[in-house]
């Protein structure tokens, strides 16, 4: 079991460019999250998937984001014209194919940071 | 709105004593609940979860659920130093499977 993996780990780009983040989920998990973190906060959900359904997306998503999971494997996370707010580490995370709530497992994220 | 409440700290303790971390959270129909450790500039890292009144164990860790008072707790038996983190406190509120919702954390030092 690898673990949840997230590429690239850091990223800086300049404000009003679009960065795309990818998520590679734990291999027999069917369901996968996005979450975002600042600093002093504690996670906050983004969006959440259950195979390539996207089933819920927080108000926090504005149009600028858009998250995709094609196959039901990994998932990626794209902002579009990024604001210096949206510096944060954006962390995925994934748990198994139970009939309730289940454990996540957390990646070590995605560092953005918007200059 | 659903909230869930943390201490931020920092608590500092002795190596060799007991932590206690507190949660409080605001709906009564929670049934999922989960701590998480999280060094600095990491991810968070699931310790234990629990969904019954009482105590789990695992290891020097002790999570305890009180659904009636709507708390949860975590104990750190024999702190060591790398036991310094961040830990934060997680809810599945009713009327989802999956969401979590975080608190802010509290940041624990444990002093050599």
């Known amino acids: 079991d690898t673990g949840v993996s997230q590429n690239p780990r850091h990223k800086i780009t300049k404000r009003g460019q679009n960065v795309t983040f990818r998520c590679d989920p734990i291999?027999?998990?069917?369901?996968l999250y996005w979450y975002r973190q600042t600093l002093g906060q504690g996670p906050e959900f983004l969006t959440y998937?259950?195979?390539?359904?996207?089933?819920?997306k927080s108000r926090l998503l504005s149009d600028r984001f858009s998250a995709e999971r094609p196959k039901g494997s990994f998932s990626t996370l794209e902002i579009q014209r990024t604001e210096q707010g949206d510096s944060a580490m954006y962390l995925c995370?994934?748990?198994?194919?139970?009939?309730?709530?289940?454990?996540?497992?957390f990646g070590p994220g995605t560092r953005l940071t918007v200059t | 709105q659903k909230e869930v409440e943390q201490n931020s700290g920092p608590l500092s303790v002795p190596e060799g004593a007991i932590a206690s971390l507190n949660c409080t959270y605001s709906?009564?129909?929670?049934?999922?609940f989960f701590w998480y450790r999280q060094y600095s500039g990491k991810s968070p890292e699931l310790i234990m979860s629990?969904?019954?009144?009482g105590d789990k164990e695992d290891g020097r860790f002790t999570a305890q659920l009180n659904k009636a008072s709507q708390y949860v707790s975590l104990l750190i038996r024999d702190s060591q130093p790398s036991d310094s983190a961040t830990y934060l406190c997680?809810?599945?509120?009713?009327?989802?499977?999956?969401?979590?919702?975080f608190g802010k954390g509290t940041l624990l030092t444990v002093n050599p």
């Open positions: 997680a809810v599945i509120f009713g009327g989802s499977n999956y969401k979590l919702t």
């Open positions: 629990i969904y019954s009144n």
């Open positions: 709906d009564r129909g929670s049934q999922s």
């Open positions: 995370a994934s748990s198994a194919r139970y009939a309730g709530p289940s454990e996540q497992y």
């Open positions: 291999s027999e998990h069917n369901r």
């Open positions: 998937f259950q195979n390539e359904a996207q089933l819920e």
